[in-house]
T-cell receptor, first 112, second 112 residues
Framework: GEDVEQSLFLSVREGDSSVINCTYTDSSSTYLYWYKQEPGAGLQLLTYIFSNMDMKQDQRLTVLLNKKDKHLSLRIADTQTGDSAIYFCAETLYNQGGKLIFGQGTELSVKP | DAGVTQSPTHLIKTRGQHVTLRCSPISGHKSVSWYQQVLGQGPQFIFQYYEKEERGRGNFPDRFSARQFPNYSSELNVNALLLGDSALYLC???????????FGEGSRLTVL
């Protein structure tokens, strides 16, 4: 079945690295995404990874994909207070482009 | 360039009423998707439209309907509102059904 799970909260100190984890159940995932949502706002796409990749780096963001364990992580280097937000992991399935399946979101709190 | 615009941004309805939410996609985008985000949860897929045709539907009752107009804008209609319909309704547009989704800031519906 289709299910995406995330831990609900993460608290880090400014300047530390943050690692947000996500697990998914459907092995037919094609793309996996990380979105950021700030209070009262819509969703902002941060980065994505194709399911046949293991890693993708984009400035302060590193995405790691372990297909065997169906585990996805987002690492934010040098976390800043402006990174405080809710982070959603999402997947699209083969032949269902446009339908994103989201996790419940991880609230990241960055303390000065 | 304007992003995805949604209206109204906030509205309050009572049980049993109906509501119409509107979405204007990014210029040139032909696909529109709708998502429901209940407080504290990730967004859930409701509909996708492409070239004025319904291309996908999530697990929502028939009280939910949508349409896409020749200018690619879209409406989401919800009849016989229930308290549980209170949520942030997000619209996203993309060039085509498989393209990157760009989200609007949402319409926050409160049902009393």
């Amino acid at each position: 079945g289709e299910d995406v799970e995330q831990s609900l909260f993460l608290s880090v100190r400014e300047g530390d690295s943050s690692v947000i984890n996500c697990t998914y159940t459907d092995s037919s995932s094609t793309y996996l995404y990380w979105y950021k949502q700030e209070p009262g706002a819509g969703l902002q796409l941060l980065t994505y990874i194709f399911s046949n990749m293991d890693m993708k780096q984009d400035q302060r963001l590193t995405v790691l994909l372990n297909k065997k364990d169906k585990h996805l992580s987002l690492r934010i280097a040098d976390t800043q207070t402006g990174d405080s937000a809710i982070y959603f992991c999402a997947e699209t399935l083969y032949n269902q482009g446009g339908k994103l399946i989201f996790g419940q979101g991880t609230e990241l709190s960055v303390k000065p | 360039d304007a992003g995805v615009t949604q209206s109204p941004t906030h509205l309050i309805k009572t049980r049993g009423q109906h509501v119409t939410l509107r979405c204007s996609p990014i210029s040139g985008h032909k696909s529109v998707s709708w998502y429901q985000q209940v407080l504290g949860q990730g967004p859930q897929f409701i509909f996708q439209y492409y070239e004025k045709e319904e291309r996908g539907r999530g697990n929502f009752p028939d009280r939910f309907s949508a349409r896409q107009f020749p200018n690619y804008s879209s409406e989401l209609n919800v009849n016989a509102l229930l308290l549980g319909d209170s949520a942030l309704y997000l619209c996203a547009s993309s060039l085509d059904p498989f393209g990157e989704l760009f989200f609007g800031e949402g319409s926050r519906l409160t049902v009393l």
